[in-house]
């Protein structure tokens, strides 16, 4: 008789699977500079992602908290060079 083995389905987090595909964090905004800074970070030729903030369990999360309160969203910018495949196509 054969055994059937359930695997559950793994969530990785945003965060994780942005690093794990070459992303690096670079800063957390809110609007208006948080679009000016994916804009400029696309003009120089950077893939962008943006992910919303989620503060940290043990830091010092004052700004985001007083933030939210009056409704600004915080998002944290992760950026990398493309991929060389993508770089040739634009050229």
Do not use: W
Request: glycine letters at 6%.
């Amino acid at each position: 008789m054969n055994k059937v083995i359930i695997f559950k389905d793994v969530v990785v987090s945003a965060k994780a699977s942005l690093l794990f595909n070459g992303y690096s964090r670079r800063t957390t905004a809110t609007e208006p500079r948080l679009s000016e800074l994916v804009a400029e970070y696309k003009r120089i030729g950077y893939d962008v992602e943006v992910i919303e903030h989620e503060v940290e369990p043990n830091g010092c999360n004052v700004c985001y908290e007083e933030g939210a309160q009056v409704g600004e969203m915080y998002g944290d910018i992760y950026i990398r060079h493309p991929p060389v495949e993508t770089q040739n196509k634009k050229e």
